[in-house]
Nanobody, 113 residues
């Protein structure tokens, strides 16, 4: 059974940075593609970034150049480095195991202006 636990969220001022972590268990982590999503207040959950088993990354246009997804196979963890944060980046951030469509519980990010 796949389990994902996000951490690293918090309150940050506009222009600041945060690094989110998603620790995975129950899977052969190195052979699975992972992704990060965000759900802003009153909006649908949206795709932000993904990373394949070979390390190929993909981003939604709104975070390109500001966010970076990465993975550490030894730690079974995927990261989302977020720089130049904006108030519109506020929301709950979720990681997802793509093959099984398993979600973590989410971590709150609040960016103040």
């Amino acid at each position: 059974q796949v389990q994902l636990v996000e951490s690293g969220g918090g309150l940050v001022q506009a222009g600041g940075s945060l690094r989110l972590s998603c620790a995975a268990s129950g899977i052969l982590f190195s052979s699975n593609a992972m992704a990060w999503y965000r759900q802003a207040p009153g909006k649908q959950r949206e795709f932000l970034a993904s990373i394949t088993t070979s390390g190929t990354t993909n981003y939604v246009d709104s975070v390109k150049g500001r966010f970076a997804i990465s993975r550490d196979g030894a730690k079974n963890t995927v990261y989302l480095q977020m720089n130049s944060l904006k108030p519109e980046d506020t929301g709950v951030y979720y990681c997802k195991h793509l093959r099984t469509a398993t979600w973590g519980q989410g971590t709150q990010v609040t960016v103040s202006s």
